[in-house]
């Protein structure tokens, strides 16, 4: 090959497949409150009746001085955008928070729920998830410690950490265990590979409970209150059929669940059932 010809094959680092964009800045002076991560960028900063707003690739940041306090949301956790009352943008939050920002005029609350719908709509390409972009800045920017936990924390870590954090006794004798019913996603498909259910809960009686709900989805503890030790259980809805049939071991895992809550069988337990479907799934 010539010197003159142009070379095939070029090295690109893996921070220049995620270009941070210019900040388009609303008034100069205004600084962004908040340090970004590393592949994150400001794409617009701007002002509210009460603070500085910042919009980047992973974040809406409202910062308001007066009363020392600021909304940090992922743009992931935003449900819905809409206008409220010509000078307002509302935004609901998938942890059932709300966000109200105020504008001067209709104009800028116009342009900037234009820029929150953007930029909160479904990826269509998952390259661009904002996962991809801290990861390759990271290594531009020798972040020892972020890479050295993102590359070294396994599913495994992340669940053991998450017990250790609620305080679930799964030691011997205790309440709750670890089940590997579900290794290789045998049990159900769509939940992870260990699950926390009740120690007295045998793996063939979750296999059999499992039976009884939709796409096998059992019973699984995802959170508990570290106080009075209330817990959340996740599952899919029972398969009664029309002629309300029930299962024995459905019931037995319920009931355990219950009692793993308050060991004392003196103390009243409550169970509150909450479809989280909508109306006309659920009818």
Request: with cysteine.
């Amino acid at each position: 090959m010539e010197e003159s010809e142009v070379q095939s094959l070029q090295h690109i680092s893996p921070c220049e497949l995620y270009p941070k964009a210019q900040t388009v800045t609303q008034e100069e002076g205004l600084t962004v409150p908040f340090t970004p991560l590393c592949g994150e960028y400001v794409a617009f900063l701007g002002r509210t009746t009460t603070g500085i707003l910042a919009l980047s690739n992973y974040r809406l940041y409202h910062q308001i001085p007066e009363h020392n306090t600021c909304h940090n949301i992922p743009l992931g956790l935003v449900e819905q955008v809409e206008v409220r009352d010509i000078l307002y943008v509302q935004i609901s939050c998938k942890d059932a928070t709300l966000c109200r920002l105020a504008f001067s005029t209709s104009e800028e609350c116009m342009e900037w729920m234009r820029r929150l719908l953007k930029a909160t709509s479904p990826i269509k390409n998952m390259d661009y998830l904002f996962a991809f972009a801290l990861y390759a800045w990271a290594q531009e920017e020798g972040s020892e410690e972020l890479l050295s936990r993102l590359s070294n924390t396994t599913t495994v870590d992340f669940f053991n950490s998450e017990v250790e954090r609620l305080q679930f006794d799964v030691s011997k004798g205790g309440p709750w265990r670890v089940s590997l019913a579900n290794k290789d996603y045998r049990l159900c498909g769509s939940y992870p590979q260990r699950l926390l259910v009740p120690a007295g809960i045998p793996d063939q009686q979750l296999d059999a409970a499992s039976k009884f709900r939709s796409s096998r989805r059992v019973p699984a503890v995802v959170w508990r209150h570290r106080g009075n030790g209330a817990v959340i259980a996740r599952c899919s809805q029972p398969e009664v059929g029309w002629l309300g049939w029930r299962s024995s071991d459905d019931e037995a895992l319920i009931n355990a669940i219950l009692n793993a809550c308050s060991p004392d069988p003196e103390k009243r337990k409550k169970l509150l059932i909450m479809d989280a479907r909508s109306y006309t799934t659920a009818v």
